[in-house]
């Protein structure tokens, strides 16, 4: 297999809804793949008669059957994944990505499995293709952002973030930080190992960022300004290189290469806030498209990367122009940071 097909542009956290027999199912794109509301796909088999039955009741006799009869492993695949309930709230919901859903629909007597094996195929038609092709993958990603009038000097920042975020969460997969025996954070190893990047790369979490920016349900990632992105990349670069130096094992070993990761980019940061007299972290966000536009940043970024490597020698962290080149994107750092969203 080419090194090629590992590319993933598949933007975590994108929520959608989907139709199926007038049914709505709720998806969302979890570790580069989409992942399907279990208990509205149930909901979307269930024949008249038995639609008066509570949703999730119906959900978990059918998790006890699997468990009964050795399908034990489709239901640990299972994620709870927080999605949008009809009262406006987020909730966690069991979630499975099309392989799993394909074993669970199996056990449901209805009528419309096949025709939903058929539209669940068709739907995930273009994963398939973006995975044979990654270059499709990128050019629809960027095609999405185009038509949602994001600057083209942001979404080629926005791209690499994207190969950035990937090649971290693959080195995570290899590092089995799953394993920690502790209940209470069971499925939410990503979520806190990316959360503590962020704050120690932000100096606030990715919650408390969220609301500097006034967003709820929004990928905040996608309402980063440029140089957000960038500080948010190198971050993530810092912990893929520390991990790999201290070939980190287990959740909490990954905690610590973690915090070393954006505390690297955190030294960063100050440097550049200090030296433009600016704060990074910007209430600005794409919804908004109010940035200042007196904010200019005019200092090639990679002036300041050289400076501060120079000043972490002590902790043998070099922050690299390497750092921000990926999947050939030839950025102008410089253009990029002072680049303000148009309006």
Request: proline letters at 2%; glycine letters at 4%.
């Amino acid at each position: 297999m080419s090194e090629k097909k590992d590319i993933n542009v598949v933007i975590d956290g994108d929520i959608e809804v989907v139709n199926f027999n007038k049914k709505s199912i709720r998806r969302i794109k979890f570790s580069g793949e989409w992942w399907y509301s279990v208990i509205d796909i149930v909901n979307s088999l269930l024949d008249k008669k038995d639609e008066a039955q509570d949703k999730g009741a119906y959900w978990r006799k059918l998790k006890e059957m699997l468990k009964n009869e050795g399908g034990n492993e489709v239901v640990t695949k299972c994620h709870e994944l927080k999605l949008p309930a009809s009262d406006g709230q987020n909730y966690l919901t069991d979630c499975a990505n099309v392989e799993s859903i394909f074993r669970i629909i199996q056990s449901v007597p209805s009528k419309k499995a096949e025709p939903f094996k058929k539209w669940l195929a068709k739907t995930g038609y273009e994963r398939l293709q973006e995975y044979e092709n990654p270059e499709l993958a990128f050019k629809r990603a960027i095609a999405d952002y185009i038509s949602k009038g994001y600057p083209e000097e942001w979404i080629k920042v926005r791209m690499q973030s994207i190969s950035t975020r990937n090649e971290l969460t693959k080195e995570w997969d290899k590092r089995d930080v799953e394993n920690h025996y502790n209940d209470n954070i069971k499925g939410k190893e990503y979520a806190i190992l990316t959360n503590v990047i962020s704050q120690n790369t932000f100096g606030v979490t990715t919650k408390e960022h969220q609301n500097i920016k006034g967003l709820k349900k929004q990928n905040l990632r996608d309402h980063m300004t440029p140089i957000e992105l960038i500080f948010n990349m190198l971050g993530e670069q810092a912990t893929i290189d520390i991990t790999k130096e201290k070939n980190a094992k287990g959740f909490y070993e990954n905690l610590n290469t973690a915090k070393e990761g954006g505390k690297t980019a955190g030294i960063a940061r100050k440097a550049f806030e200090e030296s433009r007299g600016i704060n990074v972290v910007s209430s600005n966000n794409f919804l908004k498209r109010n940035i200042n536009d007196n904010l200019e940043i005019e200092n090639d970024f990679k002036n300041l990367i050289q400076q501060n490597n120079t000043k972490m020698k002590d902790n043998n962290i070099q922050i690299t122009e390497e750092t921000k080149e990926n999947n050939n994107f030839e950025v102008n750092l410089e253009k990029i940071i002072t680049t303000p969203f148009k309006k």
